[in-house]
């Protein structure tokens, strides 16, 4: 018996070694192949090149001109236009030397600022890693954020200016998507006599659990990227990839559009925050259409 | 001296084609500039990594002594700012309701005194078949103050109500559209038609299935009604 077991092991062991090698040969042999195939069309661009370069800087000069322009309005200018000393946001002297205190004080002029509206507002404290649902100064409910990521070019402002880095003004919402609708709407036709009413059913459905992420867009080219800390399904995945290619066009656009009317394209400033689920829908459902923001980051 | 007969060079004609390579040349270039240019944010954001590589993007110098000094005026600034932020949470009892848990807390100042499950607007979207009317049954979000308190209250069905069951729809002022005993033994009004009160489905609290109003169960309302005065406020969200 235990003879039997060893040589049907030794077989499967020696076919896994036989497809490996054949996966590994076919891998070497099919890069081989891309690899001629691509020297061999370099070499062909480099024999024409060489027989007519007119013909080849006609083709080729347009190209690269174009390339170039891309790189220098797309990414160089507008990087020196954000890195340059006060590029992005004038820094007040009092606010770098007493970093933490004018943060604070700055944070506190924002909410001031949001418990003035008359709709409910966002304040975002990541010192003390909490989103708070307000309305006229009174906080509806307190989320704990558990997890904070910043993109880089926000990174480099708050590094750059160890405080808030923006003015005591409040944000605008402009835009938002979500996983998730703003609001759980069924429709329902009225029945037309009280025996069609008295068979419809009439115990209440819990709303599916669905996994939440949002995005929410500001003025000043700010981005909260909210998201639940619970483990996502694939499904979810797929739609938050659709987001960022939206995003991704989006972005485009304006690039294009600041490009039209001769002005440098500028960053966005993304916050990434992972909270409960409930609290992200809650939040999420909770927002107006152009709810206030108060941000502090450091 | 005999020249020495040259072949007649061939005419020099323009190359066909150049201005289809231009063309050609231009919409790679087109192609290419574009997927630059979509990449451009993300491209941009990499290059701020080797910003950061450059040294810290500020220096210790930057934080000036007269900066500093600044300190205490800041902090009396601060507190001063505390001070007025904390004023505006309401000092007598209020409500917070929240329309996606479904829950309430009574609160007296930062001081939550109870807590509980209510129901809240089911957003179902009602359509009348006859009259193509539309209800949508949500409960509206934002600050609200308490305009009404009534005990025993009798509740004057709307037409929906009617609609909904599949009714004719009784003029406005009939008796048919009064109904005893259905919002428990409080109700409070918030305008709008909106009110506070309570169930005759109490396994329901904790769901969305109201036309719009909060319910609440009948210990929780009579505690509530006890602790809210005409004007208190309500918020939802």
Redesign the interface.
């Known amino acids: 018996m235990l003879m039997h077991f060893k040589s049907r092991m030794a077989r499967v062991s020696a076919l896994v070694r036989a497809g490996a090698g054949a996966g590994v040969r076919l891998l070497v042999s099919g890069s081989g192949i891309v690899i001629q195939q691509y020297g061999s069309c370099a070499r062909a661009c480099m024999r024409w090149v060489k027989a007519d370069p007119?013909?080849a800087a006609?083709?080729?000069?347009?190209?690269?001109?174009?390339?170039v322009?891309?790189?220098l309005?797309?990414?160089v200018l507008?990087?020196m236009h954000?890195?340059r000393p006060g590029g992005i946001q004038p820094a007040l002297?009092?606010r770098?030397?007493?970093?933490f205190?004018?943060s604070?004080?700055a944070f506190?002029?924002q909410?001031?600022q949001l418990?003035r509206d008359?709709?409910?507002g966002l304040s975002i404290e990541c010192v003390d890693s909490a989103a708070v649902?307000q309305?006229?100064?009174?906080?509806?409910?307190c989320a704990h954020i558990a997890n904070i990521r910043i993109?880089?070019?926000l990174?480099?402002l708050q590094?750059?200016?160890?405080a808030t880095a923006f003015p005591d003004d409040i944000f605008r919402l402009r835009d938002q998507w979500s996983t998730i609708p703003k609001?759980?709407?069924?429709?329902?036709?009225?029945?037309?006599?009280?025996?069609?009413?008295g068979s419809i059913q009439s115990e209440?459905r819990?709303?599916e659990p669905t996994d939440v992420y949002c995005m929410l867009v500001f003025d000043r080219r700010l981005i909260i990227e909210m998201r639940q800390k619970e483990p996502m399904a694939l499904r979810a995945a797929a739609k938050i990839g659709w987001y960022h290619f939206r995003f991704?066009?989006h972005?485009?656009a304006d690039?294009?559009s600041s490009l039209v009317r001769r002005r440098l394209?500028e960053?966005?400033h993304v916050l990434r925050i992972d909270v409960s689920r409930?609290d992200a829908?809650?939040i999420y459902?909770?927002l107006?259409s152009k709810a206030g923001l108060a941000l502090r980051l450091e | 001296m005999n020249a020495i007969p040259q072949p007649a060079l061939p005419a020099s004609k323009p190359?066909p084609?150049?201005g289809r390579?231009?063309l050609?040349?231009?919409a790679?270039?087109?192609v290419?500039?574009?997927a630059?240019?979509?990449?451009?944010?993300f491209?941009?954001?990499?290059?701020?990594?080797v910003?950061?590589w450059g040294g810290?993007?500020?220096a210790l110098s930057?934080?000036?002594d007269?900066?500093?000094v600044?300190?205490a005026t800041?902090?009396k600034?601060?507190a001063d700012?505390?001070r007025?932020?904390s004023?505006?949470?309401?000092q007598d009892a209020?409500l917070?309701v929240?329309?996606?848990?479904n829950t309430f807390e009574l609160r007296k100042g930062?001081i939550v005194i109870r807590k509980g499950v209510c129901s809240t607007g089911?957003?179902?979207?009602?359509?009348?078949?006859d009259s193509g009317q539309r209800w949508?049954f949500?409960t509206p979000?934002?600050?609200f103050r308490i305009l009404e308190k009534e005990e025993d209250p009798v509740w004057h069905r709307p037409d929906w109500a009617f609609?909904?069951?599949?009714?004719p729809v009784p003029s406005p002022g009939s008796p048919e559209r009064d109904e005893y005993g259905v919002l428990g033994a409080y109700a409070m009004s918030l305008g709008q038609g909106y009110m506070i009160h309570g169930t005759l489905y109490q396994r329901?609290l904790g769901?969305?299935?109201t036309h719009g109003c909060v319910r609440l169960g009948d210990e929780d309302l009579e505690a509530i009604f006890k602790a809210l005065k005409i004007d208190s406020?309500v918020?939802i969200?």
């Open positions: 007119k013909a006609a083709l080729i000069a347009p190209a690269a001109a174009a390339v322009c891309a790189l309005a797309g990414i507008p990087l954000d890195l002297k009092e770098r030397g007493g970093a205190m004018a604070r004080k506190l002029q909410e001031l418990a008359d709709s409910i649902l309305i006229k100064g009174v906080h509806l409910r993109n880089l070019p990174r480099y590094k750059r200016y160890r609001n759980p709407i069924k429709v329902r036709k009225a029945p037309a006599d009280s025996i069609q009413a209440p819990q709303e991704g066009l972005s485009f690039v294009a394209p960053s966005w409930e829908r809650a459902r909770a107006p | 190359r084609g150049r390579l231009v050609a040349g231009s790679i270039g087109l290419l500039a574009s630059i240019l979509m990449a451009a944010p491209l941009r954001d990499a290059c701020y990594a910003a950061e810290p993007p500020m930057d934080f000036s007269t900066a500093l600044k300190d800041i902090e600034q601060i700012l505390q007025k932020y004023r505006l949470v309401p209020y917070v929240s329309t996606s848990d930062v089911s957003y179902v979207l009602l359509t009348s078949k949508m949500k979000r934002g600050m609609v909904e069951e599949g009714k329901f769901m969305p299935v406020k918020f969200y």
